[in-house]
C-alpha cells in the first residue's frame, strides 16, 4: 500500500506562487508515476501534471509555462510550482500515484490519491 499526503495549498492573489507538495509513504519502490490532478465541484477530475520514475514529464495545456512538476525520490516528495496563478486555477489539487506506467491518459483511474488541498486565487 502506498500513502500520500498534500500540502501547501492556498489563497494566492493572480499572478502569486504556491508550491504543493505530496510526501508518500509505504510501498514506492513499486511508483512509476506520480502526479496531480485538480476538480472543482461538479466537474470532472482534470489531470494537470505527471512525471514518471524516470523523469518524463506532462502538462495540461492550460497550465505549460506556469507550472512546473518536480521529484525528490530522497524525500519521497513530489512538487508542484505553481506561478502566475490565475482565478480559474481554483480547485482542489489532489496527488496521486500508479504502480504502472501506460501514458497521460486524463482518466482519473489511478492506484493512490491523496485527501487533496484547496488552492483558492483570488482576482
Known amino acids: 500500500q502506498v500513502q500520500l499526503v498534500e500540502s501547501g495549498g492556498g489563497l494566492v492573489q493572480a499572478g502569486g506562487s504556491l508550491r504543493l507538495s505530496c510526501v508518500g509513504s509505504g510501498s514506492l519502490f513499486s511508483i512509476k508515476a506520480m502526479g496531480w490532478y485538480r476538480q472543482a465541484p461538479g466537474k470532472q477530475r482534470e489531470l494537470v501534471a505527471g512525471?514518471?520514475?524516470?523523469?518524463?514529464?506532462y502538462y495540461a495545456d492550460s497550465v505549460k509555462g506556469r507550472f512546473t512538476i518536480s521529484r525528490d525520490n530522497a524525500k519521497n516528495t513530489v512538487y508542484l510550482q505553481m506561478n502566475n496563478l490565475k482565478p480559474e486555477d481554483t480547485d482542489v489539487y489532489y496527488c496521486?500515484?500508479?504502480?504502472?506506467?501506460?501514458?497521460?491518459?486524463?482518466?482519473?483511474?489511478?492506484?493512490?490519491w491523496g485527501q487533496g488541498t484547496q488552492v483558492t486565487v483570488s482576482s
Open positions: 496521486y500515484a500508479d504502480r504502472t506506467f501506460q501514458g497521460w491518459y486524463k482518466s482519473p483511474a489511478r492506484d493512490y
Open positions: 512525471i514518471t520514475s524516470v523523469g518524463n514529464t
